[in-house]
Nanobody, 120 residues
């Protein structure tokens, strides 16, 4: 199972970016999917999470600006980021709780980081 993330880049403050992440491989089911971020010298923190039924959780710092969504048919999760601020600059990682076909238990998978840089 692999998670492939894309969509990072450089944007000015107030701008928008959309991150995408798709899971591939021998997948039986996916529970929660989400996005975390890690700024230089800081720990990796949750940005937003979405369950397989669509319930969402957001970090206080992004509420009202970021929107998480998923497409269960495509095993994909998205993060629409609006009104970006310099403090949003970080490496963004997608995460999924996956039950692989061969394991039949939940395993945490991470995508590679995608860099988001917001200039002031």
């Amino acid at each position: 199972v692999q998670l492939q993330a894309s969509g990072g880049g450089l944007v000015q403050a107030g701008g928008s970016l959309r991150l995408s992440c798709a899971a591939s491989g021998s997948i039986f089911s996916i529970s929660d999917m989400g996005w975390y971020r890690q700024a230089p010298g800081k720990q990796r923190d949750l940005v937003a999470d979405i369950t397989n039924t669509g319930s969402t959780t957001y970090a206080d710092s992004v509420k009202g600006r970021f929107t998480i969504s998923r497409d269960n048919a495509k095993n994909a999760v998205y993060l629409q980021m609006d009104s970006l601020k310099p403090d949003d600059t970080a490496d963004y990682y997608c995460h999924a709780e996956v039950v692989p076909m061969t394991r039949r238990k939940i395993i945490n998978y991470w995508g590679q980081g995608t860099k988001v840089t917001v200039s002031s």
